[in-house]
């Protein structure tokens, strides 16, 4: 197959095109919530679908009972205790976040040709200058929430009238996102 390897540098994609990837992320879910891994009363069809016409991974350790950490690894590789996030989560009035220097896959895959978007909670900082937004990750859209649901709206985020980034409106998404 020989695609196993596309975020190396030293290979090559099967015919030159970039699989779409989508990686799923949802606080509190597991393998066995999901109708396709057997769950007896979930129905997710729509995930079901996914599933079975993608490539599924279905192993990935989380080794901190909080979403910050558990997010940091997912983007960057890193164990939660050498992401730079453990053991936070961080809250509407923090000064912190992920830490600038750290490479995430999005920022891989943006050196591959990918155009990157996340939807949905970030909860990775924001910053007093909004340094620590997703665009500063490699993200080139970002529609979501900086921190949880319950911090909503995110009028305390940011000033009144103003977007925390680029495309990126508080006021406009509504809280619970989905």
């Known amino acids: 197959e020989g695609g196993e390897c596309w975020l190396d540098e030293t290979c090559n994609l099967i015919n030159d095109t970039l699989p779409n990837i989508i990686i799923l992320l949802a606080d509190d879910l597991g393998y066995g919530d999901l109708s396709f891994s ?11 679908q996914l599933a079975r016409e993608s490539r599924f991974f279905t192993h990935f350790y989380v080794t901190s009972p909080v979403c910050s950490p558990s997010r940091a690894s997912l983007l960057t590789g890193r164990v939660q205790v050498r992401s730079g996030v453990y053991p936070r989560v961080f809250i509407s009035d923090s000064t912190l976040g992920l830490p600038r220097n750290e490479t995430t896959i999005a920022t891989l895959l943006k050196k591959k040709g990918y155009r990157t978007q996340i939807v949905g909670k970030w909860h990775l900082g924001v910053g007093a200058a909004r340094e620590y937004l997703p665009m500063h990750f490699g993200f080139d859209q970002y529609l979501g929430l900086p921190y949880s649901q319950d911090m909503c709206p995110c009028r305390q985020c940011f000033p009144q009238g103003q977007p925390c980034y680029d495309l990126c409106w508080p006021s406009k998404v509504s809280c619970p996102l989905f």
């Open 38 to 48: 057997g769950h007896p009363t979930s129905r997710t069809p729509q995930l079901d």
